[in-house]
């Protein structure tokens, strides 16, 4: 849904605290939108995601993320909507390129997995998952494979 009477809102200045959107408009003013927007002007809200720092004792690799979704049809019928992961290993200061995943047309929960998702020191990873598509999102659940061991290969610090 797009948020009518706003076209001073820039993308730039949206934010997420908790379950409400805010977006900041060229007039200094700080609006809220309704839960059920998705865009502004032709611009798509990002809806993001942050888990973790996740917890491991000095060394951990991450082979698979499983994350399930609740999300309503977009209305482009011809093109899925689609799910990004981005990784920080400094507990969220910065994030690596996107991975992306597709959620599929239509479904109740649809599952994603990323995979080899790498190595990771103490409690420094931090995962976002976020969706830009015109539809509802809802991260219900989601799970990763971690092995906490020193590679063999791997000086200690």
């Known amino acids: 849904r797009k948020a009518q009477g706003h076209a001073d809102l820039r993308l730039e200045h949206h934010a997420r605290i908790g379950h409400r959107q805010y977006m900041g408009g060229q007039d200094g003013k700080l609006y809220q939108l309704k839960g059920d927007s998705y865009q502004i002007g032709t611009a798509d809200l990002p809806r993001s995601r942050a888990i973790g720092p996740l917890r491991v004792a000095d060394y951990g690799s991450m082979s698979e993320l499983t994350c399930v979704f609740e999300t309503g ?3 482009d ?7 990004f992961l981005e990784i920080s290993d ?8 996107r991975i ?17 998702l790498g190595g990771f020191y103490d409690n420094q990873r931090v995962l976002k998952i976020t969706m830009t598509d015109n539809a509802p999102f809802n991260l219900v659940d989601a799970w990763a494979e971690v092995h906490s061991a020193w590679p063999k290969n791997l000086p200690r610090q």
């Open 100 to 116: 992306t995943a597709s959620l599929g047309k239509q479904a109740d929960h649809p599952e994603v997995k990323f995979r080899a």
């Open 73 to 75: 049809s977009t209305d």
């Open 90 to 97: 400094d507990a969220g200061r910065t994030f690596g390129s």
């Open 77 to 83: 019928m011809v093109n899925p909507s689609e799910v």
